[in-house]
Structure formats: structure tokens, C-alpha cells
């Protein structure tokens, strides 16, 4: 067949029409093979709220509050790791809250029952280890209860030993650790915010989206670069935020600045697969992000953008509030 070939498929073809197909398909492996490298290059982020609660706060109830967090969830099609704290679950109020959590599908993890400080003298390894397991027993019901543990206030324990004790409490139980890769303090903005609204309720509330969002940006990027240079690849990172005012209020604005940014919103499970989440720094102290923690004991803080403060502690600074008109 003079000037005929014969493709893969058994297709009969001019030897002009079959160079046009193998350009075709080889074309089609590079876009794929970009999709593909582009995908994996892709910042993830998982949304992990700590100290799930009905406490009530202004504006709304805290029953009504938990609502609107958990619509906007959905309404985003997100879902989220939970760290409870066991005795904000007592009674019919608390239990009804933790029912609609895990009835929509988000991760239920343990935050200890009485979000003690480990890091205070006082504060024994027994008595931290029976807090945790008294937590343990409130949540374990749970369809999707998951053994992560994250410390209240990040903290690990003020000595070597208390540490080592909890580390290996914690593998012997069959937890893993729920750290935090991008540290927020999003709590005192809503603290603030809270206060401002106590004192005058026409407050204007853009001031304080505006800080939010502005400042956990400056601490997701941060905290990407922090983790990039330690891992030499992109995590599935974990961003700490808090159940508040502040997230019934904007947390639908985050998750769409973080899709505006190119960052894809993960789920629990996808985050806390990366094996980057099953090690325990052996430098002390180790608390806060996990990435600068690693960053600090491989000697790698060099090749990181140097800042005067840490980009989640900005915000009690009072002149960088005052960039937001606060």
C-alpha cells in the first residue's frame, strides 16, 4: 500500500494523515502529563476548626452560630476536621451539635476534655493522658470519629520527659498527631471583633473580614514556603481555624480566596495521609507549624524569607491593625 500505513488501531491512513495523528497524540501526552504535574504542584489545604462549641457570642445564639458554619461547609462542598472538646458535648445541647457534625460526613477528632495547658508545671502527664481518653469516650460513638489528637494551644509539654510520655501514650492508643501545618490566630481577631460588637453592635464588620482574610493569606503563603523548602514538594497542608463569630461570619470568604489564590480545598482524609503528618520532631520545644518545627531542627530556616514577626502574630501588633482601620 504505496504511501499507506497502518495505525495502532488498525486504521488504514496516508503516511500525511498518520504523522498528523502520532503529532496528535503525542501532544495529548504532554497536556496530560502537565494537567497531571500541574495538579500535583497545586497547593491543597484541609480547613481544621478546634473547640467546637454553643457558648454564646454576639450576633448569634451558639446553636445558631454552629448552623451557619455547617451550611456554609456544605454549601461550599467542603469538609472539615473537627477537634472537640469533650465537655462542650454534655447535655442535650451539645450532643445534638456533635449528631449534626458527623451525620454530614466531617471528621470528629479529639482536642482533650478540658483543653487543658500542657505546658503548665501543674499540669501532670496523668492527668492530661485521663483528659484525653475522658474525651475519647464522648466521641468514640461517632460514625466518622477519627484517633487525631491535636494539643490544646499547640502545646507538647514544657519538659522533654512530659512530651516523650505523651508521645508514646498517644502511639500506644493508636493515635496519630493532628498537627497544624499553616498557624492562624484567628481567634483574636474574633475576640475583637466580639468585644468591638459588645460595645457598639453597628460595628463595621468589613474592617475585621478584611484583617481576616489579608492576614491568613500572609500566613498560607508563608507557611507553603516554609513547608516547600523543608519537604522539597507540596504537602497537603492543615490550617488551623477556630469554631467563632469569625467563622459563621467569613469562613465562606476564605474558602473562596483560597480557590482564587489557586490553592484546592482537600479533605481530612486526603491531608492526613501525606506520611509527612506521622513524625515527631525530636527538637524542643515543638510547637506551632510542624513545618517551621522541621524547618528549626534540619537547619533549614536560612533559605526562608525572613520577617520581624511571625505572620499569624501581626495581628497583636497595633500598627499593622491600624493598616485595617482598627
Wanted: glycine share 6%; hydrophobic share 35%.
Amino acid at each position: 500500500m504505496n504511501g499507506q500505513v497502518i495505525a495502532s488501531n488498525g486504521v488504514i491512513m496516508t503516511l500525511k494523515i498518520y504523522k498528523n495523528y502520532i503529532l496528535f497524540l503525542f501532544l495529548g501526552i504532554i497536556f496530560n502529563f502537565q494537567h497531571l504535574f500541574a495538579q500535583a504542584s497545586k497547593p491543597k489545604v484541609c480547613i481544621t476548626l478546634d473547640d467546637i462549641n454553643y457558648l454564646e457570642r454576639p450576633l448569634y445564639s451558639g446553636l445558631k452560630r454552629d448552623s451557619i458554619i455547617r451550611a456554609v461547609l456544605r454549601a461550599k462542598k467542603v469538609k472539615a476536621g473537627l477537634f472537640f472538646i469533650g465537655s462542650y458535648l454534655e447535655g442535650p445541647k451539645g450532643q445534638s451539635m456533635l449528631k449534626e457534625w458527623d451525620k454530614e460526613g466531617h471528621y470528629i477528632m479529639n482536642h482533650t476534655y478540658s483543653h487543658l495547658h500542657y505546658d503548665e508545671e501543674g499540669v501532670s502527664f496523668g492527668q492530661y493522658s485521663k483528659d484525653l481518653i475522658k474525651c475519647d469516650s464522648v466521641l468514640k460513638g461517632c460514625k466518622n470519629y477519627k484517633k487525631i489528637f491535636r494539643f490544646p494551644f499547640l502545646e507538647e509539654g514544657n519538659t522533654i520527659e512530659k512530651r516523650a510520655a505523651m508521645r508514646e501514650f498517644l502511639q500506644n492508643h493508636q493515635y496519630k498527631p493532628g498537627y497544624v501545618s499553616i498557624p492562624t490566630t484567628d481567634w483574636k481577631i474574633s475576640y475583637e471583633l466580639e468585644k468591638a460588637l459588645i460595645e457598639n453592635p453597628s460595628t463595621d464588620l468589613s474592617k475585621f473580614k478584611k484583617l481576616y482574610l489579608e492576614n491568613i493569606k500572609e500566613c498560607a503563603l508563608y507557611y507553603n514556603e516554609v513547608a516547600s523548602k523543608v519537604t522539597g514538594r507540596q504537602v497537603n497542608h492543615l490550617i488551623l481555624l477556630h469554631h467563632n463569630l469569625l467563622s459563621a461570619l467569613f469562613l465562606g470568604d476564605l474558602i473562596d480566596q483560597f480557590k482564587a489564590m489557586g490553592w484546592e480545598i482537600t479533605t481530612p482524609e486526603v491531608a492526613f495521609k501525606d506520611p509527612i503528618y506521622n513524625q515527631y520532631p525530636h527538637i524542643f520545644p515543638s510547637t506551632g507549624s510542624l513545618f517551621l518545627t522541621l524547618a528549626k531542627q534540619e537547619k533549614k530556616t536560612e533559605s526562608i524569607s525572613k520577617r520581624p514577626v511571625l505572620p499569624e502574630n501581626q495581628v497583636f501588633d497595633k500598627d499593622y491593625l491600624s493598616k485595617f482601620g482598627l
